[in-house]
Structure formats: C-alpha cells, structure tokens
C-alpha cells in the first residue's frame, strides 16, 4: 500500500524532495499530488516547472537535486511514484477504498491547512487528506508560516483533534547541521518518523549535550 505524499504551495520544496527520497529509500509506494500552487513555489525555489505531461521527467530533476539548489546531487529511480493531477477529484486515493497507508502533506500552506481543518476539499491533495482522517489513517501535516496567526493556530489544533500529527516545518540545530540539505533533512526525518517510517536522514539525540556541534 502507498503513501500519499500531498505537496502544498507553502515555501519549502525541498523540505518535500526530501520526504519523497526518504520512502523511495525505504522502498514505500507513493502516491504523489501537487498542488496547482505548488507549482508556483517548486518554480520559485528550483526553476521546474512541472507538468502533468511530463510528471517523470520533472519530479526526477526535482528529486535529484541538493537543498543548496544544485542539479543532479541525488540519484533517484521514480518508477515506485504514482501521480495524480490535483484537478482529479475522481483520481483513487479521493475514495477511501482506495488503500494507502496515510498521507503526508509535506509542506503545508496555511490555505491547506484551513482547507482540511474545515473539510473544503477544494481539490484532491484537500480531499484525499480529509478521506485519510475519516479513514482514521496516519496524517502528517508539516505546516510552513511564520509567524501564525489565530486562525491557523486554531486551524491546527482543530487537525490534532482530528487526530492529525502537525510537524511544524521546524529544523533543529541539535543534530550537527554544516550544511541546508542537514537541516532539510531534519524536518523530512521528524515527518517520516512521524509516519513511522525508517530512514537515516539525522542524528538522533542520544543524551550527550555537544556531540552534535559542528565544531566537534
Ligand atoms: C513563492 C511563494 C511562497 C509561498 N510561501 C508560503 C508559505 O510559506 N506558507 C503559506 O502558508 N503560504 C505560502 N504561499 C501562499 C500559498 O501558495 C497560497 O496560500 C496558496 O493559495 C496555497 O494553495 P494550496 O494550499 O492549494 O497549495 C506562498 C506563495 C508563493 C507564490
């Protein structure tokens, strides 16, 4: 059964790259949908411009490349993605009978996270994250604003209530981050963890203040 990997237009593509690479490895199923904002971010944060046409071609290039925005850092095979366009509301994973394991919404727009806490389902990445809660399946929803206001702080605990898991897109400095990928990778970590899913992506604390420090 897949995951379901919801991209929302909140800045923070790579921090969804990251997700994404984290399944792949574990060798998980995804299901992919992108939102129409989420074009403008992922053209905004990396140049793609990516195309329903051309999903496997643009979501390789966007896979490949490093937080620090350079082409080609990872080596990606997509063939375990399927991808489904945001306008398809009669696409699978808008039924819950269609199986998946949950969802990650990876990053989340305060728009998205309005959407699901209200149940607008106003496209399918919306819609396939309220079937996940009445499912009463695994959601993640890491959420990118700074600062919140009432509304989305409302918005969000209304999610928790719902029995949502919201990873804010928070990265941490207590791993031993020299590099922007480290700390995109961190927030990916915390989100595949919250999906129980295994990964490698930071160094877990174990106790010991300064062990993580760069200059160690
Ligand atoms: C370059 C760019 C960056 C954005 N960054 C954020 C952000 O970090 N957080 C957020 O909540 N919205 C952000 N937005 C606004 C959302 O894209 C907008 O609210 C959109 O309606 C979200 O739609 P969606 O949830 O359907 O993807 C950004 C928009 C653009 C163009």
């Known amino acids: 059964m897949p995951w379901i990997v919801g991209v929302s237009g909140a800045s923070g593509t790579?921090?969804?790259?990251?997700v994404l690479r984290g399944l792949l490895a574990a060798g998980e199923a995804?299901?992919?949908?992108?939102?129409?904002?989420?074009?403008?971010?992922?053209?905004?944060e990396t140049g793609i411009a990516f195309r329903d046409a051309h999903w496997q071609e643009d979501l390789r290039e966007w896979l490949a490349?490093?937080?620090?925005?350079?082409?080609?850092?990872f080596d990606v095979d997509v063939s375990g993605v399927?991808?489904?366009?945001?306008?398809?509301?009669?696409?699978?994973?808008?039924?819950?009978?269609?199986?998946?394991k949950g969802m990650l919404i990876v990053p989340a727009s305060t728009a998205c996270v309005a959407g699901v806490a209200l149940g607008l389902s106003k496209d399918l990445?919306?819609?396939?994250?309220?079937?996940t809660l009445k499912e009463r399946r695994t959601l993640v929803v890491a959420v990118r604003e700074t600062p919140l206001n009432g509304q989305t702080?409302?918005?969000?605990?209304t999610l928790d209530d719902a029995g949502a898991t919201?990873?804010?897109?928070?990265?941490?400095?207590?791993?031993?981050?020299?590099?922007?990928?480290d700390l995109v990778d961190f927030v990916a970590g915390r989100v595949l963890d919250a999906a129980g899913v295994g990964h490698q992506l930071y160094r877990r604390w174990r106790g010991d203040l300064g062990v993580g420090r760069p200059d160690q």
């Open 166 to 181: 919201v990873v804010p897109a928070s990265p941490a400095f207590y791993a031993g981050a020299t590099h922007i990928q």
């Open 82 to 100: 399927r991808y489904w366009p945001a306008g398809d509301l009669a696409a699978g994973p808008s039924s819950g009978s269609y199986p998946a």
């Open 14 to 18: 790579p921090y969804a790259a990251a």
């Open 125 to 131: 990445l919306q819609r396939t994250a309220s079937v």
């Open 30 to 44: 995804v299901d992919l949908v992108v939102s129409r904002a989420s074009r403008l971010t992922l053209l905004d």
């Open 65 to 73: 490349r490093g937080a620090d925005g350079k082409p080609g850092t």
């Open 153 to 157: 702080l409302r918005h969000l605990v």
